[in-house]
């Protein structure tokens, strides 16, 4: 076999790889179809305002299985408000997120969550309600406090839920 022969089957296996990585992510998108992700500017006065990132979103009952909705498919730096209204997340070039305090269920704590593991308790997990099932949003701050985050979130929660933080 020549070095031609052997760079065109690398090339057409690269090819079938990055085929079935597009495929796997387009099924996944239609299968989170159904999470209504609320988007909006944050309403009311800051209780908080942090610099961080947003890692990922997660449904309650997996916590291994990333959501792919847009804009909580991916990744990002954010800016995290909470309001007396709810929690908003910016992320660059995505749709504001703001999550009414009434679907904020709780928040806590977490180690892990699906492609990310950081030092004890180094991300804050919130618990919030699309209306039709609960999901897991996990933040890391950069600078700030995450227990002021937990503070502030647990103050305009809606109800005391447990929200497995000790992952």
Do not use: C
Not at 6 to 11: E, H, S, Y
Not at 21 to 46: F, H
Not at 115 to 140: F, K, M
């Amino acid at each position: 076999m020549n070095s031609t022969t052997a760079a065109l089957i690398m090339l057409a296996v690269a090819l079938v790889v990055l085929a079935l990585m597009v495929w796997g992510w387009r099924r996944r998108t239609a299968r989170d179809a159904d999470v209504q992700v609320p988007l909006g500017e944050p309403i009311g006065g800051s209780v908080f305002s942090a610099v961080g990132f947003y890692v990922a979103t997660t449904r309650h009952d997996a916590p291994l299985d990333r959501v792919a909705t847009k804009p909580l498919a991916f990744r990002s730096r954010a800016d995290i408000t909470v309001t007396q209204a709810g929690l908003g997340i910016a992320m660059p070039g995505e749709p504001p997120v703001f999550i009414p305090a009434a679907r904020i269920l709780g928040s806590g704590r977490a180690t892990w969550t699906i492609d990310r593991v950081v030092e004890r308790d180094g991300l804050v997990l919130v618990a919030w309600s699309d209306g039709s099932q609960t999901l897991d949003t996990y933040l890391r701050l950069q600078d700030d406090d995450p227990d002021a985050l937990v503070s502030a979130l647990d103050e305009i929660a809606s109800a005391d839920t447990p929200t497995g933080a000790n992952r």
